[in-house]
């Protein structure tokens, strides 16, 4: 599956001032007086595939209560124009109404939305129930920076527990509609590096923590020391071993997400920065590959130009080694099919800075990287591996 996505971002943060401001990607990019425009992009890509998803915050407006209009416009003309959607239905916030991560009553409320979108569209197959849950978690109780805002393990384990107990139970109520759903999860796919000798402890312990959110999506035992990190940080056993009683990983896709940010530097003083592509996507997909042995898709990627294009081509070389190498992987996406708005600052300033990682410019012109992906969708989509030989089989 070659895709793309309409990045639709819209957690809350916190301003200068102190008030609270709801970012909306779709706002900030033009898409919601654009999207028959944005899709016919799509089209004239030559993509099938695209990463889309209703605005959680607008649609929810209450226990029980939907507002499903722009959803119904938009999801119909997917399915007029031959688009088939990876339903993407939480990205980054909550409505107001819930607050945030931190509300245990969060995981039943997300499982009836989900379980309502599935009724209105039961013919939709693809689903990414709660995108990037690391991220998620991370950036709303770990560094503080959007949603709930906080900074301490104790606000992260209760975000974690919350987000993939919503993702689990949205599943089963996706199932309990459409028995032959399958289900994207789109991770983040991290390691951390450490800087000096000093810093391996931490760099370790970190390596473990990035597994935290697919272990519990997909009931895989974790370590020793992750236990005792969840359990002396609020999770009880009896949560955590909800988890194991699950059984949803047979109706999963792994999706990985990579960027130049994905590989850290620990330093000794328990700081990070980014590191770049040391070992590259190959390296770190096939570990996260090895733990769970399931289907895998590079879900996410892209770069600013001018290095963009390079940057597509890195991310194909790697994906395509691992086809060849047996890794059953299913697809590969440029994400976003847009440019992207203040996103320099993970989304923690304001700014209507405009970030040149898409497909498109927002008005809406083709960038070199969109005549590059373009090309390589053009030369590759008929084109199976022999897994066993390495044979290019064109049919």
Wanted: proline fraction near 5%.
């Amino acid at each position: 599956m070659f895709a793309t996505g309409i990045e639709n971002s819209y957690p809350t943060i916190k301003l200068p001032d102190g008030t609270t401001h709801r970012v909306d990607e779709l706002a900030k990019t033009g898409h919601y007086e654009r999207w028959r425009e944005d899709f016919a992009l799509v089209k004239e890509m030559g993509i099938e595939f695209l990463r889309y998803g209703p605005q959680y915050y607008r649609v929810h407006l209450g226990p029980n209560q939907y507002d499903w209009a722009f959803t119904d416009e938009t999801f119909a003309h997917l399915k007029e124009l031959g688009i088939t959607p990876l339903v993407d239905l939480l990205h980054f916030g909550l409505p107001d109404w819930l607050g945030n991560f931190q509300n245990p009553a969060f995981p039943e409320h997300f499982a009836a939305y989900a379980g309502a979108f599935a009724a209105r569209f039961p013919d939709l197959q693809f689903y990414t129930p709660i995108n990037e849950i690391f991220v998620t978690v991370m950036f709303s109780a770990q560094y503080g920076w959007w949603n709930e805002c906080l900074t301490s393990d104790l606000a992260f384990v209760t975000a974690l527990k919350h987000v993939c107990r919503a993702g689990v139970l949205a599943m089963q109520a996706i199932l309990a509609v459409q028995p032959g759903a399958i289900f994207i999860q789109s991770e983040s796919a991290e390691y951390f590096h450490p800087e000096t000798p000093a810093a391996r402890p931490l760099a370790n312990f970190l390596n473990q923590k990035r597994f935290l959110s697919l272990d519990l999506t997909y009931g895989y035992p974790v370590s020793v020391v992750m236990h005792e990190y969840l359990l002396k940080n609020g999770m009880t056993d009896e949560e955590y071993h909800w988890f194991d009683d699950q059984n949803i990983k047979a109706k999963c896709i792994m999706g990985t997400d990579y960027y130049r940010t994905n590989e850290r530097m620990v330093r000794a003083d328990g700081s990070t920065y980014p590191a770049g592509d040391v070992f590259g996507y190959y390296v770190i997909a096939k570990q996260y590959y090895d733990r769970y042995r399931m289907p895998l898709m590079h879900t996410e990627t892209n770069m600013w130009e001018p290095d963009s294009v390079g940057w597509l081509w890195r991310q194909w070389a790697n994906a395509y080694r691992l086809k060849q190498d047996g890794i059953p992987l299913v697809g590969f996406t440029w994400y976003s099919l847009l440019d992207q708005v203040d996103w320099d600052t993970a989304l923690r300033e304001n700014n209507g800075r405009v970030n040149p990682l898409g497909l498109y410019d927002l008005d809406r012109k083709m960038r070199p990287v969109g005549r590059a992906y373009q090309r390589l969708i053009a030369q590759w989509k008929d084109v199976l591996v022999d897994e066993s030989y390495g044979v290019h089989i064109n049919y």
